[in-house]
């Protein structure tokens, strides 16, 4: 029987295993107190310009030309997601004239074609909603999670 699985083996194990950990314990506890000891100063340098940018955002914040700035960015915004809104809900009823207007006899076919005519229209969206780096960044997402990001891949 090995050394190591003996009553007594396991012991020295337990005995080695705890001293190790009280030394690391210690070790991590004295380089802390180093750590913070040498670099008081300029942690509180530092809390203190974090302090300070603090007061100046709010000042910036408070100013009405910046207040005016993000009252039409809100507006925007909202527009932005009137608009994707508007989008989805046509997009919607896009898949539903697509699905109805189809009168082709193979089913096989007919699901295929329907595919691509959604396919094609949720292509022809996304170039007419995304900005050249949102695509790159769709590009680069496709690349390594896989086809599975439409924005909303909508059921034939």
């Not at 942690?43 to 207040?67: C, G, P, Q, R, T």
């Not at 949720?122 to 960044?137: M, P, V």
Request: charged share 45%.
């Amino acid at each position: 029987m090995s050394d190591i699985i003996k009553k007594d083996g396991i012991q020295k194990i337990q005995y080695k295993m705890k001293e190790l950990r009280e030394l690391n314990l210690n070790l991590n506890k004295d380089i802390d107190d180093m750590v913070e000891k040498n670099i008081r100063e300029e942690k509180l340098m530092v809390e203190k310009a974090i302090k300070n940018y603090n007061i100046k955002m709010e000042k910036v914040l408070k100013d009405s030309k910046v207040k005016e700035k993000l009252d039409k960015k809100y507006n925007c915004e909202v527009k932005i997601r009137n608009l994707m809104n508007n989008i989805q809900t046509s997009l919607r009823e896009a898949i539903k004239v697509i699905n109805s207007d189809l009168t082709i006899d193979d089913k096989e076919k007919k699901k295929k074609k329907k595919k691509k005519k959604i396919e094609s229209l949720q292509q022809r969206i996304e170039d007419a909603i995304l900005s050249d780096e949102e695509k790159n960044i769709k590009a680069l997402l496709e690349k390594f999670i896989g086809d599975n990001i439409n924005f909303k891949m909508v059921k034939i």
